[in-house]
């Protein structure tokens, strides 16, 4: 398995993360940076994981002071206190490979160490691929160099080239091939039917001469790329250097062709991944802001409309006592979302009360009369928690806006291994179809999308003037 470093002066943590990882790489723990340097001496490491804050010295620092003697191994900072500086840091002045942040998830460090290790693997194939292809390079170049004093060696190491060659002369023909050209052109015959191959050349495969000759008279390389469909109607990325040689007091082209064809697809997946990754960041942070900030501003605008209505006969000191809370809350809600933090009204109190809480805040503003019920006593995982508080909260907040109910009632029901959760009112009701093929926003879209995403389920029961009933099946592992 491949050897992962992970460096952290919290036991628990170390032991954490060998529990949970350690069926799929070969993990080293260590409580100090200076244990790890001797380590590293010694051990193959592809991905060093860090911890920031350390007694000694921080995760960062470390990384700069071994990058020069280490330059190869992906180095991953995981923390629980992120800050944009230190961010900025890591990526500019250390090269970190990746910035994550405490708590983790095993699923997610799994696939960024993945993601790691096969990129330090084709770094380090590439390498080993440029090392090999400038040794071939500077052995033909010897072998041309010395053309007129031994051409016995020379068409030896031609022949004998695993990568296609030809020559050409200064009318375009070609008067020498290699084997490896001929499999390259699929033609089963000799290399000495040179008129034949010629002919199969010029009529099939002339954008491999023409860039022959293109690269030759460029005068900033000698090398270059070139996609072509060959005989099996496969499209292939092939890598053309060619070089003027002299023989016999005349000037010839020699082409040496590789097939990059399958370098150049592992470098898309690479980047494939990447815009992937960027994406669902991207669809994440979105997510945050429409699910946790949004419901909060919904509300204050209703409690600025209330205060703006002059038939308004409730207290406007209380309510402006709950607008000031629910500004309070979004602050809260930004602040936590720019560090990506669980709200802290769910690290508090949990999914119920956090819930409870909210309801709690909407009192007052309204004639709707709220019901929370539960048999859940124990906390979730902090994002499941996370994603259903979010969703419960956009179900409230679209039945205020849209359903005009008297009354709000939310039921958590726990079963063995399922978690149930109903949002119930008795407003005005939709067609469910309907408003699924036309909606245009995040809506229910997102809901469904987020609850599927952790495997749960959705159903909606909707009648014009009837009421909603909203239920939600997560299974519970």
């Known amino acids: 398995m491949d050897s992962v470093l992970y460096i952290d002066d919290d036991l628990v943590n170390l032991k954490v993360f060998y529990e949970s990882l350690k069926e799929y790489f070969d993990i080293i723990v260590l409580s100090s940076t200076s244990e790890a340097e001797e380590v590293l001496e010694n051990t193959p490491v592809k991905v060093i994981v860090s911890d920031q804050f350390m007694p000694d010295e921080t995760g960062i620092d470390f990384i700069k002071r071994i990058n020069s003697s280490y330059p190869d191994i992906k180095k991953i900072i995981l923390t629980a206190y992120a800050s944009q500086d230190n961010a900025l840091e890591a990526i500019n002045d250390a090269c970190v490979y990746k910035y994550l942040t405490k ?8 696939e960024w160490l993945d993601m790691a290790i096969k990129e330090y693997d084709y770094e380090t194939e590439k390498k080993q691929l440029l090392s090999e292809l400038k040794t071939k390079n500077e052995q033909l170049l010897d072998a041309y160099r010395n053309l007129e004093i031994s051409e016995k060696k020379f068409r030896t190491i031609f022949a004998q080239s695993s990568d296609s060659s030809f020559i050409l002369d200064t009318n375009k023909n070609i008067i020498e091939v290699n084997k490896a050209f001929l499999k390259l052109i699929n033609y089963e015959g000799n290399v000495s039917d040179i008129r034949k191959i010629n002919e199969i050349a010029r009529q099939n495969y002339s954008v491999i001469i023409e860039k022959a000759v293109e690269v030759v008279h460029d005068k900033n390389s000698n090398l270059s790329d070139i996609t072509v469909t060959l005989h099996s109607d496969q499209s292939k990325t092939l890598e053309i250097r060619s070089n003027e040689i002299n023989y016999n007091n005349d000037i010839y082209i020699l082409a040496v062709i590789h097939d990059i064809s399958e370098r ?206 909203i239920s939600i099946n997560i299974p519970l592992t």
């Open 103 to 110: 708590p983790w998830k095993r699923d997610a460090v799994k």
């Open 264 to 469: 150049r697809q592992f470098e898309k997946k690479i980047i494939e991944t990447i815009i992937t990754t960027q994406e669902e960041d991207r669809s994440r942070y979105a997510q945050e802001l429409h699910d946790g900030l949004g419901p909060l501003l919904s509300t204050l605008k209703m409690h600025i409309q209330w205060i703006a209505n002059p038939d308004n006969t409730i207290n406007k000191d209380k309510i402006i006592q709950h607008a000031i809370h629910s500004i309070d809350s979004a602050i809260n809600s930004t602040k936590e979302i720019a560090n990506n933090l669980s709200p802290h009204v769910l690290q508090r109190f949990g999914l119920v009360n956090a819930v409870k809480s909210h309801t709690d805040h909407l009192k007052g503003t309204s004639s709707v009369v709220y019901e929370i019920s539960s048999n859940l006593r124990e906390c979730l995982d902090i994002n499941l928690e996370l994603i259903l508080y979010r969703i419960i909260l956009e179900c409230i907040n679209n039945s205020l806006k849209h359903a005009i109910p008297k009354k709000i009632v939310v039921r958590f029901i726990k079963q063995i291994q399922l978690l149930t959760i109903e949002i119930i009112d008795d407003g005005k009701g939709f067609d469910v179809n309907r408003i699924f093929l036309k909606s245009k926003g995040m809506g229910l879209f997102n809901i469904k999308n987020r609850i599927r995403h952790i495997g749960g389920e959705l159903t909606i029961n909707s009648e014009e003037n009837k009421g909603t009933h």
